[in-house]
């Protein structure tokens, strides 16, 4: 059973920084698709990055590109989304999420998912 444990949401000023960290359990993830999603109240479900597990194929939504960094500490079988400069408009629910294949942007194409933990950015 895969298990994505998320932490480290919270408050913050515009302008500020945050790191998320998901804890992935219950597999040998080498071979994994690992994702960053977010909801805003009344919205879609929407990528923000991800990552393979070798650290490749790494991508960003246009709206986080140069402010966000996705990256993995295989010892700690963890997953790390740095977020600098944060914007009102970042405001979510975030979620790490796992798939066995390559797969790409779409929420639908991953089959694990985190628990999810709240930011909000204050202007």
């Known amino acids: 059973q895969v298990q994505l444990v998320e932490s480290g949401g919270g408050l913050v000023q515009a302008g500020g920084s945050l790191r998320f960290s998901c804890a992935a359990a219950?597999?040998?993830?080498?071979?994994?698709?690992m994702g960053w999603f977010r909801q805003a109240p009344g919205k879609d479900r929407e990528f923000v990055s991800r990552i393979r597990w070798s650290g490749s194929l790494t991508k960003y939504a246009d709206a986080v590109k140069g402010r966000f960094t996705i990256s993995i500490d295989n010892a700690k079988n963890t997953v790390y989304l740095q977020m600098n400069s944060l914007k009102p408009e970042d405001t979510a629910v975030y979620y790490c999420?796992?798939?066995?294949?390559?797969?790409?942007?779409?929420?639908?194409?991953?089959?694990?998912w985190g628990q999810g933990t709240q930011v909000t950015v204050s202007s």
């Open positions: 999420a796992a798939d066995s294949d390559v797969v790409g942007f779409h929420p639908l194409s991953y089959e694990y």
């Open positions: 219950g597999r040998t993830f080498s071979s994994y698709t």
